[in-house]
């Protein structure tokens, strides 16, 4: 069975979901081109999750997905956070900001109960999930829904896991993507690759569909996830700059501005993401052991960041992008689809 066919959607191509940088609008943008449009649930509450969900709904017959987190919360230690919060006081200094100051930073919810039932009451026709599965009742009553379920991969074995605990789909997650890695048994990133080292021994691996992420942004790249066997692709970079994303003002600067590589960081949530290099990366470096547990980073910079952007700075700003990002174009969604969709229709 192809993935359209499974799916239900014209073309094997899927945006991916992206929290902070879209909402309803871009998923819908991409449905109506004919892919399959993705929202990004984890940072919405359940009622604003249920609304978009409905205008999702209202606005198109097309089969959308609706992506969550299935991350364990981990209350980090009370020593933890201190050293944090040292670490960062530099920064509060040159801004000029008492450390006793707070900002509401945005909050990630794993998939639960709550999220399973707007699943049930409203059936969209794919789920997927970041960081494994769910547990086995929250999955069942997805898949009970209707739901086709997806869930990225970032290694073989992570890829035979989810065949065997109940995904539809893998998405093989190369080194390359943008945002959060999706690696769920092992956090040692030496293990993980790039997309077109990893996509071919997924395939071979496992009997499910699997699509290509990371780093795919023309038709060329298609083309060649094709040949190594992928049944679709999962594209997230090449829309940030989409007239129909809400990728900040900020952000959408720094795509258009002066070179920049991207690197694999975990200070801005404490989970290993790949995102813009900038001065909170120059300064502790991109991977450092201070950074809390998931998704605890967050609360302690949310004040810095704060601050830097009402100065027009992106020092402490998370700027989630993949390596490709260089080739992002601020065009329609729809000219975006219809160039990947050139590379499969060779």
Known sequence: MTLTSLLGCALPIIQAPMAGVQDHRLALAVCRAGGLGSLPAAMLTPAALRTALTELQGATSAPFNVNFFCHREVTPDAAHLARWRHALAPGYERLGIPQSCTVPGPSRQPFGPEQAALIEALRPAVVSFHFGLPAPDLLARVKGAGAKVLASATTVAEARWLEAHGADVIIAQGLEAGGHRGHFLDEDLTLQAGLFALLPQIVDAVRLPVVAAGGIMDARAVRAARSLGAAGVQVGTAFLL?????????????????????????????????????????????????????????????????????????????????????????????????????????
């Open 242 to 346: 989409c007239d129909e994303a809400t990728t900040p003002p900020l952000h959408r600067a720094a795509l258009l501005g002066p070179a920049r590589h991207s690197a694999i960081t975990n200070l801005f949530t404490g989970r290993p993401a790949r995102g813009l290099h900038n001065r909170l990366m120059g300064w502790l470096g991109p991977l450092s052991p201070l950074a809390p547990p998931f998704p605890h980073a967050g609360a302690a910079l949310a004040p810095l960041r704060s601050a830097a952007e009402a100065a027009g700075r992106d020092d402490f700003t998370p700027l989630w992008a993949g390596q490709g990002h260089s080739a992002c174009r601020a065009v329609a969604a729809a000219e975006v689809v219809a160039a990947l969709a050139a590379g499969w229709n060779v």
